[in-house]
């Protein structure tokens, strides 16, 4: 039977790279997308491999995982927020759970210390990148406050005018993690997207400030994510990104995607669709308006708007 491998990237990868490596030599690097996630290859090498997942503008994070001679090897990796929980850079697929791991499986550990090249004597970066060996130095220890304080968050919609903010009328739902909040709002069906009826975020932090900003409603839902960073000097931040893995990696794109992934974005995602189209009965403001910003952040990639077109774009999104 052949060694073969089919790899799925993380579920929730809207735009960034990935790269498979393995005994020394780059076996797959593009540039994924929702419909574009998966690697499959016959005739490969045994051995341990390595698929960095880098989505744009987020810390990269690494698997280790073992092809195994003769067999179809199967690598579906969690979702990327699942991973980055772990709490390091670094996981491990165990092909026997079928899940990852913080720590390397027995399987993967015997073969590496099995081959001369991963001796002792052999690259310290790559073990140490792995976890299987002690840094050369040890980390000099850091000073983190010990003060706590509470942080609030609310929702609030306007109402009778611009500026006079009320009571949030429509759905939500949270869920709370170590270190995080996540407030989802997902679609309302009985909300006129076009309306302008502008929805307000609140941030209270205790004895400290309070920041406000507004909201978009993007189609699919919108999430908004309050995280406590333990070796930061910030607080809390906020990440606020579309539940649409597709209009997620247009926002991921235009806040600091590159060319390629801009490009990647174009062809995978927008393809032929005419962003003005969305500014039609049914459309999604959104969606339109951030398919008009990406022609001005990548005029490289993207064709410009005419002058009909941004007429248009103010008239009915402005």
Known sequence: MKTSLH????????????RITGEGTMVADWVATPDNRTFSQDDLKPGIY??????AGVSPQSVVFQVQEGQANNVVLPSFSALSASGSN????????????STPPQSISEHLFAKAEFKVSSDRKFLSQLGLSKPEKPSQPGTVSAESRRFF???????????????????????????RIEVELPTD???????????????????????????????????????VPPLSSADVELAILPI????????????AGTSAEAAAVRD????????????GKGGDPWAAILGALLPIR?????????????????????
Request: proline share 6%; with cysteine; glycine share 8%.
């Open 50 to 55: 390595s698929a960095e997942i880098g989505p």
């Open 189 to 227: 069906p009985g909300r006129d997207p076009w309306a302008g009826h502008r929805v307000r975020l609140s941030v209270a932090v205790q004895r400290l400030r309070v920041e406000r900003c507004l909201l978009p409603l993007y189609a699919g839902g919108t999430r908004i994510t309050a995280t």
């Open 268 to 279: 995978d995602v927008i393809g032929k669709n005419d962003p003005a189209a969305q500014l």
């Open 7 to 18: 790899f799925e990237a993380p579920s929730d990868l809207s735009v960034g790279t990935v």
């Open 244 to 255: 649409d893995a597709k209009l997620r990696s247009l926002v991921r794109a235009l806040d």
């Open 153 to 179: 968050i609310g929702l609030s919609e306007e109402s009778r005018g611009r500026d006079a903010f009320d009571t949030f009328r429509s759905r939500t739902s949270m869920e709370v993690f170590p270190g």
């Open 90 to 101: 670094t996981s491990f697929f165990d092909h026997v759970s079928l899940r990852t791991t």
């Open 298 to 318: 990548f005029s490289d990639v993207f064709s410009p708007l005419s002058t009909e077109e941004v007429e248009l774009f103010v008239k009915r999104a402005g």
